[in-house]
Structures are given as C-alpha cells and as structure tokens.
C-alpha cells in the first residue's frame, strides 16, 4: 500500500530534483544521460552538512525511479513558483537556529548543479540561463519574501485574464465625456513593465474598461496595493504625458525595505489589475507654459519633470527646456536614451547628466560630482532668466533650493514635488508640546487615546492598527487627509490642503499634532 507522506515528507523527496531540473533541464526534456549526472549528485554528498539536506537526498536517491515516472508523466513540475513553495515548505519549518545550515547547503547544492551544467556543457541549457537561474534560486533560499512573491505572482497569472482591451473604440466617433476618465478611483490593467535601470521600472496601464486618462503634466496618482489583508497605498507621479491618453504609466524605484515600491517590482506585471485614485497634484508646468524652463531632477525625482517634458516636446516643440538631471552613477541613469532624442529632435531641449560616483572604466565623459552652486550656474548660465521645476531626494532638494536662494534666484518662479518617504516633521515644534496632555478620538473606530501633544494623529492610528492612508508623510501628497470633528490641532506643513479643504475641516494626518481633546473622522 503506498505510503502517504506529509507535505514536509514529499518535499524533502522532491526539492532536489526540482533544484536540479530548474537548474539544468532548460528544454524541458531531461535525458537518460542528465539523469546519470543528477544520480552523481546524490551520492557524492560530502559537501552537504545538514542532516536535513542528507536524509533528502538519501530519500530521492531512493525515490529516483518513481520521480522520473513522474516527471516522464508530467507530474512532477518544476516551475518557479513551485519551487519557491516547496522551499518555503522545508525553511519555514526549520528552527532560526537550523535554518543558517540548511539554507547554506541548498546554496551549496545550486553551485554543485551549477558545476555539473557546466561540465557537461551541451547537455544542459546555455551557462548565462544557468547562472540567472542560479541567482533567482539563491535569492529564493535567502528571503522569505522573495518566495512569496513568486508564489504571489503566479497566483495572480492565474487570477488574472489577459488583457483584452478593445482601446481602438476610443478612436472612432464623436468624442463624449463617457470617453474620459472622471477624477477619483479608478480600476487599471497594467500592460507593460519596462526595466529602466538595474532597480527601476516602469509600469504602463490602461483603464479598465478602457478610458482615455486626462491630467496636468506633473501630476500624480495613489496606487492601492492589497496585501495581506490590507490596502495599502502610496503615489506615484504619472511619468507618461496626457498628450498620450490612451495609457499612463508610473516609474518605481526600488526603495531599501520599501514595501510598496518592492512589491510592485515583484508582482506587478502585464495582465494584473488594480485600482488607483487621481490624479492629485499641483506640481506641473501648464499654469507657466511659456518658459523658459529649468528642470533639475535627482534619481527617481526624474518623473514628474519627464512627463512635463514629455508633454512640452508633443504640444511646444520651439520649448525652451534646460534638462538637468543628477544620478548616483551611469547605470542609474533613467530615461536617459529618451532625452537624448528628444534633445535631437528639439532645438530647444538641452539635457545634461551628472553623476556622482563614476567607476574607472567606465566611459563616463559627462560632469560629476555633486550638485553645487558653480555646477548649477556653469551648467545653466542663465538660470535666473528661467522657471525652476525641481524635485527628488530631500536632502538634494534642500540643497538645491538652499543654492537657488544663494544665488538670488526669484523663488516666485520655483516649484518644487516631495516625494517623502521618512516622516518630515517640525521636531522643534513638536517637542515643545511634549509636555501637553491630549486626547484623541476616533470616532467611526470608536476608540479614545490618552496621549501628548507631540504625538501626530497619523502615528497614533497606525499604531491602533486603523487603515489609514498615507504616503509622503511630509505633507505634500494630500493621500492623509481626515476631518476634524471637533477640536483643534498644530500641523507642521499644509502644503497639500487647499482652501475649501481646510473649509471643509481636513487636516493632514500625518502633519497634524492634537491640541487638548480632539475628535477625528477615522
Ligand atoms: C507625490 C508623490 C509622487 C511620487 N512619485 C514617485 C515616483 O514617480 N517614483 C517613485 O519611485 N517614487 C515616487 N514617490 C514615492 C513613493 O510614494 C513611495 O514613498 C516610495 O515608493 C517608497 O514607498 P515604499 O512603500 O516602498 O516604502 P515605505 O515602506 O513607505 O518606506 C520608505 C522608506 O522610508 C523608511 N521609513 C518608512 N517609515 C519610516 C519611519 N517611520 N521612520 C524612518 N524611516 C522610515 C523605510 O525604511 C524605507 O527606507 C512619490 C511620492 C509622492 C508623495
Ligand atoms: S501622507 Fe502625504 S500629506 Fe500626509
């Protein structure tokens, strides 16, 4: 009678030969012969020191027979997401003090497939497949995270449809407001994922069912990312240009323990669907549309003035554009290809590049450094004569405008986007309400905090666990906005309020500090 085995059993039997035909079986259709090669792994194990890793691979040396049946019937797949479940399986059971051996032998065990392939090159598909795949299982036996989002992927591949989207309806008869976009939610069908540089992406999506998007240059829109069981929500500048209707994109860079810049690179693909709210914003050159302009960006800081120049070389081809941009080195140069065609075709449009960090060899001609005030005007020497457009990481920014002061800019023509990210608050303005006592209520929660004047309401609803939304936490993208209901509070930056907001009682959450009691719509 054939055993049953536990879902731990069959993967500790199947995990190897899944590694290994991940690995080496590229076409699909292993051989009599990498099967032999695959037998010479399991025996020779003195790499291998984890007991758990032994017993697996004694366990599949002794199951090999029935195994090839298996994968000869198609049984046994080795796709991806199998594999990082099956990993999943074995390293989520393992004690944290287990876990280092096992996952430094599975490690071990891709380099002995890897050794293998290469041996029997012809054998096994190409040595660059290999080595990718290599690296995907590596990362894979490392981060957990990186195994559910493969799991979560091919998930959604199977929940969603291919995109199916008749566009071409919107290319014929009169024109009606049906055909737009109205403002506010929006559910979207991402078509296309470009890779811009080693850790951007760009992400290009249509409404679903089809509308044509109608928007500022500069403007941006608050995705809503479900995870877990939770929306979560951040906002990301429209990079395409409304002069293109029919789709808009978002460009994503990959933020160090991000978690939705992170998940939108790892799950986010063609076909997947989500919802999106916009557009917001007031940072965008249609107001001024006479220039001259100066646009000065630093890396991902690169998008809304990508889009307004985008819109200007469609709509005012005899536009005036300066085009700074500042990366950390070449290889994180986004859009770089584009500009430079555009500053081909487009006698006003000038861009420059400059980089920080330049490795030898690596054919960099162009400025470095960092950005500086003698950079700024050598560059542009006539920047006072133009509207400054600027936006990227706050301490750039702070530099920037700090050198456009210095150099007797008129700040009546400069605009500036923050993208946030860390809290940015008034510390000083904070602390002396420290000693305050407060009350919060929030009210639609039902639930009364005892807390201090310098606690912000966004802190303390997030800490109840409450599904607020937020995103720059600086008080620019307007995504916390609540309504006071009774009470007052101190907000550090009101940026993102207009008047009939601050009308109406919002205030922004994550600016907004309580004075006494005070009770919030949340
Ligand atoms: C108007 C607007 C437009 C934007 N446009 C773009 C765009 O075009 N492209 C783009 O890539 N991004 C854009 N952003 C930024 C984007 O919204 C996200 O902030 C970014 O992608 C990071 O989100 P995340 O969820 O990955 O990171 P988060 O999980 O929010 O974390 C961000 C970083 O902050 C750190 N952090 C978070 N909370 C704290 C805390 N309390 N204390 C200290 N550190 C903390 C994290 O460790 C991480 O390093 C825009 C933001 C705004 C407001
Ligand atoms: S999160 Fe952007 S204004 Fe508060």
Known sequence: MPVRLTEKSRVVVELPMMMFLRLADGDGKMTAREMERFDELLTSRSWCHSSLLQR??????????????????????????????????????LAPEER????????????????????????????????ATFDTLLDLIKRPSARAAVQVKAKSAVETKPAALNLCSLLVGDLSAE?????????????????????????????????????????????????????????YTISATPSRPHAISVTVKRVDQGQISNWLHDNLRAGSTLFLD?????????????????FISGGSGITPVMAMSRWLCDTTPEADIQFLHFARSPDDL???????????????????????????????????????????????PDLKSRS??????????????????????????????????????????????????????????????????????????????????????????????????????EQDCTNALTPDDEKEGHILACQARPIGRVVVDL
């Open 56 to 93: 697996s691979l004694a366990n599949t040396e002794a199951e090999k027979a029935e195994l090839w049946k298996q994968y000869t019937a198609g049984e046994l797949r080795a796709g991806i997401d199998q594999v990082a479940a099956s990993l999943d399986t074995i390293l989520g059971s």
């Open 100 to 131: 280092p051996d096992v996952e430094h032998d599975l490690v071990q065990f891709s380099r002995e497939i890897l050794k293998a392939a290469r041996a029997g090159a012809g054998l096994f598909h190409g040595d660059s497949e290999a080595k």
């Open 179 to 235: 055909m737009f976009c109205r403002p506010g939610k929006l559910p979207v069908r991402c078509v296309q994922v470009i890779d811009e540089t080693h850790d951007v992406k760009t992400f290009r999506l249509v409404a679903d069912p089809p509308k044509l998007f109608r928007y500022y240059p500069g403007q941006f829109v608050t995705l809503e990312v479900p995870i877990d069981s939770n929306i979560v929500r951040r906002s």
């Open 278 to 294: 916009g557009p917001h914003g007031t940072f965008t050159c249609i107001p001024d549309d006479a220039g001259p302009y100066l």
């Open 334 to 380: 986004i859009f770089a290809h584009e500009l430079q065609l555009m500053e081909r075709n487009l006698p006003g449009f000038h861009c420059q590049f400059v980089c920080s960090q330049v490795g030898e060899g690596s054919g960099w001609t162009g400025p470095t450094g960092r950005i500086s005030p003698e950079l700024l005007t050598k560059l542009v």
């Open 388 to 489: 400054v457009y600027l936006c990227g990481p706050l301490p750039f920014m702070d530099a920037a405008r700090g050198m456009l002061e210095q150099l007797g800019f008129d700040m009546t023509r400069f605009h500036q986007e923050v993208f946030g990210g860390v809290p940015r608050r008034d510390s000083s303005a904070a602390e002396a309400q420290a000693s305050k006592l407060a009350k919060i209520i929030f009210s639609a929660s039902k639930i009364e905090i005892d807390c201090k004047g310098s606690d912000y309401i966004l802190d303390l609803a997030l800490d109840r666990g409450l599904p607020v939304a937020y995103s720059c936490r600086a008080g620019q993208c307007g995504t916390c906005k609540v309504t006071l209901l009774e009470g007052s509070v």
